[in-house]
Nanobody, 121 residues
Framework: QVQLVESGGGLVQAGGSLRLSCAAS????????MAWYRQAPGKERELVAF???????NYADSVKGRFTISRDNAKNTVYLQMNSLKAEDTAVYYC???????????????WGQGTQVTVSS
């Protein structure tokens, strides 16, 4: 029942940066753990990063050190700061709300349209 709207994607050169935003339509945003996913053409959707309701973060090895996930509970928004972008980061990026258990993320929200990130090499 949580609706999510992603924004901030675009076309950038390798080595550049983008900041993605995800706005959630819920009045209990602060109780959810939040995650960013991405799906490249011909590939499965993969978990990129998550942040718990307590602010604990986790990243996929492929983006560790380059991406930063954060949240602003007052704005019901989750962000993904992406630096040092590579061509292999090209994908549609999605966010979702859920819960983390033993390092696994369970999604509760509906998938939105996502936002396209294209990195030129």
């Amino acid at each position: 029942q949580v609706q999510l709207v992603e924004s901030g994607g675009g076309l950038v050169q390798a080595g550049g940066s983008l900041r993605l935003s995800c706005a959630a339509s819920t009045n209990i945003f602060s109780t959810y753990d939040m995650a960013w996913y991405r799906q490249a053409p011909g590939k499965e959707r993969e978990l990129v990063a998550f942040i718990t309701r307590f602010g604990i973060t986790n990243y996929a090895d492929s983006v560790k050190g380059r991406f930063t996930i954060s949240r602003d509970n007052a704005k019901n928004t989750v962000y993904l700061q992406m630096n040092s972008l590579k061509a292999e980061d090209t994908a549609v990026y999605y966010c979702n709300a859920g819960s983390v258990n033993s390092g696994n993320f369970r999604n509760f929200g509906s998938w939105g349209q996502g936002t396209q990130v294209t990195v030129s090499s």
